[in-house]
């Protein structure tokens, strides 16, 4: 190999990664080489990555601390696939366990020399477009196929191009002068807080979870304020930076929400749908230095809400002196393995058991994950370990009677009930979650009693603050079979609700002495 084509690699792999003064030294590569960085909320230090091609044959190398690779692919045939995997983690499927930070890449086309392949969530979303396309859940899918055979270049260029239009305006407003022609997989980057690494830095990287199969699903894209981006949403810049600077800023003081979809940030797409937690910002003076991040995801139990990282992406800001709002129960109690079609893996993946009567826990022997209590106690045992505050919360009620079903007056209904065959235990949740506040000595703020009393308040207008969407106003709800007026949502809330209930959560608050340092900064 020529001192030219080794200096031309070198630098290639410097200007794609940055940070060259302190870069490794350059393998010996000739021929075509593959070279790129890979980013997830920053450079993935040390992530592991395996190139798989049309006809199934694999490479693997190793990123440096600055998220860097390269390597030969001499031998495989395109279109190449990239995967990497945070060091010390392999797990990117099983979803009874902690995902690991797993993202991957589709190079179209290769040739002799220098080939640039970064991976980043823009890549993984592009990635998980292809593999929908090919009738796989998501991108994970495609990856575990370990082979691009039978994928069409184009389709990764169209793709990939598809994706510009959610950051385009962020990459402008970046200064990246090339914004319009922009290739996540292909544009040099550099690793400088800047252009394109200034758009990555405030993107959250989210694998879906399929329901039927419990399986990782696809690829969604939300900003550092957790909120998503998409086609019709695309990235606010300044409004992300901002959210991750009061994030990081040890002035601030965090409330993480960790919740369901009763407390999530939804699309704008989906309004007048929202949760409590997108608005809990409000509750604050506005003069007060507090950021609550809102990572609550929709469908997600105690247990699979830390398993697939949302717990995670928000911890990692974590400081003495914060608090974590833990809001579960909803979706924990889908423990019926008699259910059709994801019965199964409910079980297997969502559903955690409550206590019985007399407070023990409950769970299948050699499975203590599946303990409600003890699934919660997780986020108290690493909140407490970062200094932080834990709060725990009973669920918001449904708006259902006696009779499990919509009506009044509204009695608690987050129990499961003996005699389904589908169920090994069963019991009260809400009952659980006071176990695990007196156990653990934790502030409780009972939201059920609160909005039961709420919701009997306002038998005549209950619909205004329950989702019960005009789909004459609200196109979205034109086609679904609940949250209209026609069929109104007993769990969800749209504005008017989710303003009232993070009113509730304030209260809560204030009404709980070991909480009065937090309740003075609240309105």
């Given at each position: 190999?020529?001192?030219?084509?080794?200096?031309?690699?070198?630098?290639?792999?410097?200007?794609?990664?940055?940070?060259?003064?302190?870069?490794?030294?350059?393998?010996?590569?000739?021929?075509?080489?593959?070279?790129?960085?890979?980013?997830?909320?920053?450079?993935?230090?040390?992530?592991?990555?395996?190139?798989?091609?049309?006809?199934?044959?694999?490479?693997?190398?190793?990123?440096?601390?600055?998220?860097?690779?390269?390597?030969?692919?001499?031998?495989?045939?395109?279109?190449?696939?990239?995967?990497?995997?945070?060091?010390?983690?392999?797990?990117?499927?099983?979803?009874?366990?902690?995902?690991?930070?797993?993202?991957?890449?589709?190079?179209?086309?290769?040739?002799?020399?220098?080939?640039?392949?970064?991976?980043?969530?823009?890549?993984?979303?592009?990635?998980?477009?292809?593999?929908?396309?090919?009738?796989?859940?998501?991108?994970?899918?495609?990856?575990?196929?370990?082979?691009?055979?039978?994928?069409?270049?184009?389709?990764?260029?169209?793709?990939?191009?598809?994706?510009?239009?959610?950051?385009?305006?962020?990459?402008?407003?970046?200064?990246?002068?090339?914004?319009?022609?922009?290739?996540?997989?292909?544009?040099?980057?550099?690793?400088?807080?800047?252009?394109?690494?200034?758009?990555?830095?405030?993107?959250?990287?989210?694998?879906?979870?399929?329901?039927?199969?419990?399986?990782?699903?696809?690829?969604?894209?939300?900003?550092?304020?957790?909120?998503?981006?998409?086609?019709?949403?695309?990235?606010?810049?300044?409004?992300?930076?901002?959210?991750?600077?009061?994030?990081?800023?040890?002035?601030?003081t965090r409330v993480l929400i960790v919740g369901d979809s009763t407390a999530s940030t939804y699309e704008a797409f989906r309004l007048p749908r929202m949760g409590w937690g997108q608005v809990f910002q409000d509750q604050f003076k506005p003069d007060a230095k507090v950021k609550v991040?809102?990572?609550?995801?929709?469908?997600?139990?105690?247990?699979?809400?830390?398993?697939?990282?949302y717990f995670r992406q928000m911890a990692q800001y974590l400081r003495p002196g914060d608090y974590v709002i833990i809001h579960h129960g909803h979706n924990d109690q889908n423990c019926d393995s008699s259910k059709k079609g994801r019965g199964d893996a409910d079980v297997a993946n969502?559903?955690?058991?409550?206590?019985?009567?007399?407070?023990?826990?409950?769970?299948?022997?050699?499975?203590?994950?599946?303990?409600?209590?003890?699934?919660?106690?997780?986020?108290?045992?690493?909140?407490?370990?970062?200094?932080?505050?834990?709060?725990?919360?009973?669920?918001?009620?449904?708006?259902?009677?006696?009779?499990?079903?919509?009506?009044?007056?509204?009695?608690?209904?987050?129990?499961?009930?003996?005699?389904?065959?589908?169920?090994?235990?069963?019991?009260?949740?809400?009952?659980?979650?006071?176990?695990?506040?007196?156990?653990?000595?934790i502030p409780l703020i009972d939201i059920e009693a609160r909005t039961i009393a709420f919701a009997n308040a306002h038998q005549a207008d209950w619909k205004n603050y329950w989702l019960a969407a005009d789909p004459a106003k609200y196109s979205f709800y034109a086609k679904e079979s609940?949250?209209?007026?026609?069929?109104?949502?007993?769990?969800?809330?749209?504005?008017?609700?989710?303003?009232?209930?993070?009113?509730?959560?304030?209260?809560?608050?204030?009404?709980?002495?070991?909480?009065?340092?937090?309740?003075?900064?609240?309105?």
């Amino acid at each position: 190999m020529s001192t030219f084509h080794l200096n031309a690699t070198a630098a290639l792999v410097c200007l794609a990664l940055g940070a060259c003064s302190n870069a490794p030294s350059t393998p010996q590569l000739s021929g075509t080489v593959l070279t790129g960085v890979v980013v997830y909320e920053g450079p993935l230090a040390g992530a592991i990555i395996t190139v798989a091609d049309a006809k199934g044959a694999k490479k693997t190398a190793r990123a440096d601390a600055q998220g860097r690779y390269a390597l030969e692919v001499n031998d495989l045939h395109a279109p190449l696939m990239i995967s990497a995997v945070e060091p010390g983690n392999p797990n990117c499927g099983d979803s009874a366990r902690p995902w690991a930070r797993c993202i991957g890449a589709l190079l179209a086309e290769t040739k002799p020399g220098q080939n640039i392949a970064n991976v980043n969530v823009l890549t993984d979303r592009a990635l998980g477009s292809v593999a929908q396309t090919l009738k796989y859940k998501g991108p994970q899918g495609l990856m575990d196929a370990g082979t691009t055979a039978g994928i069409d270049p184009a389709v990764i260029h169209g793709k990939t191009d598809g994706g510009r239009k959610a950051v385009l305006q962020a990459l402008k407003d970046a200064g990246v002068a090339y914004a319009e022609s922009f290739d996540p997989v292909t544009t040099p980057m550099q690793a400088d807080g800047k252009g394109v690494d200034a758009v990555l830095r405030v993107l959250v990287h989210n694998r879906g979870y399929d329901n039927d199969t419990g399986v990782p699903g696809g690829t969604a894209i939300l900003d550092a304020d957790y909120r998503y981006v998409g086609n019709e949403e695309p990235l606010d810049l300044a409004h992300a930076q901002a959210a991750l600077a009061k994030a990081k800023d040890p002035a601030y003081t965090r409330v993480l929400i960790v919740g369901d979809s009763t407390a999530s940030t939804y699309e704008a797409f989906r309004l007048p749908r929202m949760g409590w937690g997108q608005v809990f910002q409000d509750q604050f003076k506005p003069d007060a230095k507090v950021k609550v991040l809102n990572n609550a995801k929709s469908g997600r139990s105690s247990r699979n809400f830390y398993n697939q990282g949302y717990f995670r992406q928000m911890a990692q800001y974590l400081r003495p002196g914060d608090y974590v709002i833990i809001h579960h129960g909803h979706n924990d109690q889908n423990c019926d393995s008699s259910k059709k079609g994801r019965g199964d893996a409910d079980v297997a993946n969502l559903c955690t058991y409550p206590n019985d009567a007399q407070g023990r826990k409950q769970f299948p022997a050699g499975k203590p994950e599946m303990s409600f209590q003890n699934s919660l106690e997780v986020y108290v045992q690493e909140a407490r370990a970062k200094g932080a505050i834990p709060i725990i919360m009973t669920p918001t009620t449904r708006v259902w009677n006696q009779d499990r079903k919509e009506g009044f007056p509204v009695v608690p209904n987050h129990f499961t009930a003996e005699g389904k065959a589908g169920f090994a235990f069963t019991g009260d949740y809400s009952r659980t979650i006071k176990d695990t506040a007196r156990a653990n000595k934790i502030p409780l703020i009972d939201i059920e009693a609160r909005t039961i009393a709420f919701a009997n308040a306002h038998q005549a207008d209950w619909k205004n603050y329950w989702l019960a969407a005009d789909p004459a106003k609200y196109s979205f709800y034109a086609k679904e079979s609940s949250g209209t007026l026609a069929k109104p949502d007993t769990t969800h809330f749209q504005e008017a609700g989710a303003r009232a209930v993070a009113g509730m959560v304030a209260q809560g608050i204030k009404d709980t002495p070991e909480l009065a340092k937090l309740a003075q900064i609240l309105r």
